[in-house]
C-alpha cells in the first residue's frame, strides 16, 4: 500500500510559479508510475502529468503543456509538479496518484488528499 501526501499549494497571481511535492510512504515508490491530477469547482478531476515509474516518460494535458513539469526523485519517494506561468483557468485541487503510466483516472489506485492552488487575475 501507498500513501500520498501533496503540499506545496497557495494562493498566487497569474503568471506565478509554484512546485507541488507528493511525499510518498513505503518502499514501493517505484513500482508505480505517477500522476497529477486536478479538480475545479464544479468540474470533474481531470489529468494533468504522469511520470514512468523511473522517470524516462512523461505525459501532459495539452493545456498545461509547456509550462508545467511532472519529475520524480525515488531515492527521495517524491513526486514534483513544478509549475510555470500559472494561469486563473489552473486554480483547483491538485491531486498526486500512483498506478500504471496512462492518463485515465479509474486506472490510478492510490491517491493523495489534495493541495489546493489558487490563482488570482
Known amino acids: 500500500q501507498v500513501q500520498l501526501v501533496e503540499t506545496g499549494g497557495g494562493l498566487v497571481q497569474a503568471g506565478d510559479s509554484l512546485r507541488l511535492s507528493c511525499a510518498a510512504s513505503g518502499r514501493t515508490f517505484s513500482r508505480y508510475a505517477m500522476g497529477w491530477f486536478r479538480q475545479a469547482p464544479g468540474m470533474e478531476r481531470e489529468f494533468v502529468a504522469t511520470i514512468s515509474r523511473f522517470g524516462r516518460n512523461t505525459d501532459y494535458a495539452d493545456s498545461v503543456k509547456g509550462r508545467f513539469t511532472i519529475s520524480r526523485d525515488n531515492a527521495k519517494n517524491t513526486l514534483y509538479l513544478q509549475m510555470n506561468s500559472l494561469k486563473p483557468e489552473d486554480t483547483a485541487v491538485y491531486y498526486c496518484?500512483?498506478?500504471?503510466?496512462?492518463?485515465?483516472?479509474?486506472?490510478?489506485?492510490?491517491w493523495g488528499q489534495g493541495t489546493q492552488v489558487t490563482v488570482s487575475s
Open positions: 496518484a500512483a498506478g500504471p503510466y496512462v492518463k485515465s483516472i479509474s486506472e490510478y489506485e492510490y
